[in-house]
T-cell receptor, first 109, second 113 residues
C-alpha cells in the first residue's frame, strides 16, 4: 500500500522567516500528489496537485515542488494567517487519497 | 456556489448505539468520499461513491457503511459504536470519477461515551 510521511510534525517560525515542509512518499506509480491546508475545526482546503517529477506550482507565498520520492512545500516570508496544518496526500486508485500525518505550522508575529 | 454541507456538526453517542451522518455535495458533483480523522491515525479513507455505486472501500470493519442517493447526497452509518469510533468524519465531493481535487466539508465531530 502507498505510504506518505511528512516532516517535521510541527514547525514554529517567526513572521517573515521562510522554510520548507517535506512529504516523502512510496507508491507503485504516482498518479497525483496533493497538498491541502486544514484550519482548526474545518475540513482540508485544496492547495495544489502535482503529477510528475520536476513540476512546480505557486500560490501567493506557497510553492510546491515534486521529485520522484518527495515533495516540498516552500513558504516564503510567511504571515500569521499562514498558520495551519498542511497535509500531503497521494492518489491511490481512482479516487482514494492516502494522507500523511500533517505538519502543524505556527507563524508568530 | 454552496460548499459541501455535513450534518450534524456535533454528535454525542454511547457505546452500542448506531449513528447516521449526512453529506450534501457541491451542486453538480457526482463523487462523494468519506474520511475519518483522528489525532493518532490522521485522515483515513472510508469509502467513495459515484452515481449511487460504491467504487472504493477502505480498511474499516463492516460496521461502517454508506450509501448515495440519486441527487448525489450521501449518508454514512456506523452501527454498534465503539469508543474508538470517536473522530471527525469528513465528507468530500468532486465533479466526476477520476482523481480530481476533493472539496471537503467541515465534518461531523462524533464523540462516543
Amino acid at each position: 500500500e502507498d505510504q506518505v510521511t511528512q516532516s517535521p510534525e510541527a514547525l514554529r517560525l517567526q513572521e517573515g522567516e521562510s522554510s520548507s515542509l517535506n512529504c516523502s512518499y512510496t507508491v507503485s506509480g504516482l498518479r497525483g500528489l496533493f497538498w491541502y491546508r486544514q484550519d482548526p475545526g474545518k475540513g482540508p482546503e485544496f492547495l495544489f496537485t502535482l503529477y510528475s517529477a520536476g513540476e512546480e506550482k505557486e500560490k501567493e507565498r506557497l510553492k510546491a515542488t515534486l521529485t520522484k520520492k518527495e515533495s516540498f512545500l516552500h513558504i516564503t516570508a510567511p504571515k500569521p494567517e499562514d498558520s495551519a496544518t498542511y497535509l500531503c496526500a497521494v492518489l491511490e486508485g481512482a479516487q482514494k487519497l492516502v494522507f500523511g500525518q500533517g505538519t502543524r505550522l505556527t507563524i508568530n508575529p | 456556489k454552496a460548499g459541501v454541507t455535513q450534518t450534524p456538526r456535533y454528535l454525542i453517542k454511547t457505546r452500542g448505539q448506531q449513528v447516521t451522518l449526512s453529506c450534501s455535495p457541491i451542486s453538480g458533483h457526482r463523487s462523494v468520499s468519506w474520511y475519518q480523522q483522528t489525532p493518532g491515525q490522521g485522515l483515513q479513507f472510508l469509502f467513495e461513491y459515484f452515481s449511487e455505486t460504491q467504487r472504493n472501500k477502505g480498511n474499516f470493519p463492516g460496521r461502517f457503511s454508506g450509501r448515495q442517493f440519486s441527487n448525489s447526497r450521501s449518508e454514512m452509518n456506523v452501527s454498534t459504536l465503539e469508543l474508538g469510533d470517536s473522530a471527525l468524519y469528513l465528507c468530500a465531493s468532486s465533479p466526476a470519477y477520476g482523481g480530481e481535487k476533493l472539496f471537503f466539508g467541515s465534518g461531523t465531530q462524533l464523540s462516543v461515551l
